[in-house]
């Protein structure tokens, strides 16, 4: 008996993972088809054009050379990134909270830390074509600076990605350890147990502020506009994926669409208390936060331009501002 | 390296290179930024990757088919090329073309530059990562470019100047005129919607503003022209001295800042002044012919035209010699912008850089020619 119990435990975790998976692929394709094509007033790509369809296609795809000092670890990034998120998809089961610490807040956080360090590295990584030298109208023509340090355009990404894990994804984490300081526990049991018994964190006046705080953070970690700096088409264009080609593209977007799940099913646990688990109604509470946040992030990215520094700094400050009020009417 | 640029060099120490292939640039180009801290400190923009050698094939040509080909030299203001390679001839062989013909010219002319000044907005906004704004400009231009496949046949090269007056296929008759005019009233009324949301958009007007400015002083120093120039608050439009423009009245706008608001607010403004030509040009259209085709071929000098186009100025010139085109010099407009192009990026963050570009409507494979530079 004990045995079957077990077994459905563990076919349980695995099947609220590929639920989450399947939900993830299609997220990206609604947000571009019936959010920012409907506001465009354009057709738009096929539902599962972005999500499903385009990694099935890069996955038979060939692979191309990659231009890297490093070619092993860059091509091996996207795997990193794509298990980290699958880590944290699995810690947030209830099933799983017997891992202890593993299934606190401060893990998540790692975690989500080693996500945004891989795009560092993969900006670092990559030397496209894009910014190459082309010697003749550059030097014999007898252009300008002649002897300048010649710096690819990921480069510049990397940077911005370091300066996100600096400050840029402050708000995310200071709204991530609002339940911590409302439950003065760091585990995720706890907080769930909390919120099951005194209502979800989110109906109070801290949760409002510290929600909108971490829908901001999960707009810039997710990059989408107009905090989409690692990506700029106008300047980076596909930023620290740049390089990234057949399956390794292909895991890059199924990678992006479970993080969008992902980073509901983060909220659906620390604000409303409702974790992500196959066998309990629960499971659809975490899929509607999973479709409205990129719902919400798909209508603004749609009516914003890119940010640069002028715009970006002042967002993140006052959203970190934001944050610190949220932790204050937490504490009183 | 000269002195100027070895003490450039003593500061600044990272060059990024964009293109010449990249998604944000409509055409092939280059452009090197030096940069510190994602500022750019220095531009230089290269192109030549577009050179098709349009002079060196016109050379020898009848002059009809030289004119035909002009019109492949641009995608986007096929028409002014046409146009003035037409008007070249006409004053050389001196031919009055028909009233109406003129006026026809005229309307396919501000269409040309209804559908350039969209594109400008609607590549601008793109570049802003404003996709909304970006795809609504593209429609309101669908309009513009209906009209122009009515007139011309097609939505790229129209084929309407020919010597002595306009192609028969081009007459407008009372259908097309109707078409033209409810045309008209649909872009003004799409235009002044997207204008005001634009303008009410706190985001995009703090993102654009103050961006890529050049002084009036700058401006004339380079020699900017078109829109451009007249954003810097230099009140210059050929179309006030060209003869073809005399029936019509219209504004020539002119604002102060020469940022990237200031052009994009620009050629939406000068949207409504195109609007009013047309209207103006379809209500008092003259009757009669279309062309006159009683002129005689002569052997001419060198000959020169400049025309008002939706960028500038173009220019266009030639020798006729036993009906065939010798020594032909065409400029375009992007020519002369070139230099605010470089000049914009400076001061501005990376990202910003191809804005400041596209703020100056740069049409590279337009410009892209053999040049002598000829050292004084």
Redesign the interface.
Known sequence: MFKITILYTILAVIGTIFVAFIVGTFIPGIERKYI?AR????VGPPVTSIGIMAPIKFAFKENVEINSPAPGIYKALPVVCFIVVLVIMLLLIPKVYVAGVLTSVIAIIGLLKVEEICYVLMGALSKSI?????PF??IV?G???????????ED?SS?RAFRLIAFGSFPLYLALIIPVIKVKSIYLSDIVAYQVAHGPILFSAAGIVAAIVFFIGYMILLNE??F??LK????V?EGPYMEYASKYRGLVYLTRGFLMFVLGAIFSVLFLGMPPYLLSWKILVNIAVALIFPIIMGILS??????????FYPVVIGTSLLGILAIVLTLL | ?NEE?KS??EI???????G?????ALEPY?V?L??ED?IVK?A?I?I?VNHRGIERIMEGLPVEKANALTEKICGICSNAHIWNSVLTAEKGLEIEIPERASYIRVIMEELERLHSHLLYLGHG????????FS??AF?IRETVMELLRMIGGNRVQYGVSIIGGVRPRCELDDSRIRKIAEGMDLIEKNVANFADRFVS?P??M??ITGVGQISAKDAKKLEVTGPSLRATGVHQDLRETMKEYEPFDFNVITLNDGDVKDNILMRVLEIPESISIIRQAIKNLPKGSIVDRSWEMKDTGIIHSHIEVPRGTLYHSYALEEGRVRGTIIRTPSMSNIGAMQLACIGN???????CIVQCDPCFTCTDRAIEIINK
Not at chain 1, 143 to 153: A, V
Not at chain 1, 302 to 311: G, R
Not at chain 2, 125 to 132: N, Y
């Open positions: 920012q506001i465009q007033q354009r894009m910014s190459s030298s082309l109208p550059d023509k252009g300008l600076h002649l002897d300048s340090e010649r710096s690819f355009i510049i940077n506009y107009p989409a700096i700029t088409k106008a300047d264009i749609a009516f914003s331009p890119v940010f640069t520094n002028k715009q | 390296m640029n450039k060099q600044i120490d990272t060059e990024v290179a964009l010449t292939v990249h998604p944000a280059r090197r030096f940069v994602e220095d230089e290269t030549g906004s793109e570049v802003l990562a404003h996709e909304t795809m609504r429609s958009d985001i995009v703090n993102r963050h990376v990202t910003d850089a191809q804005l």
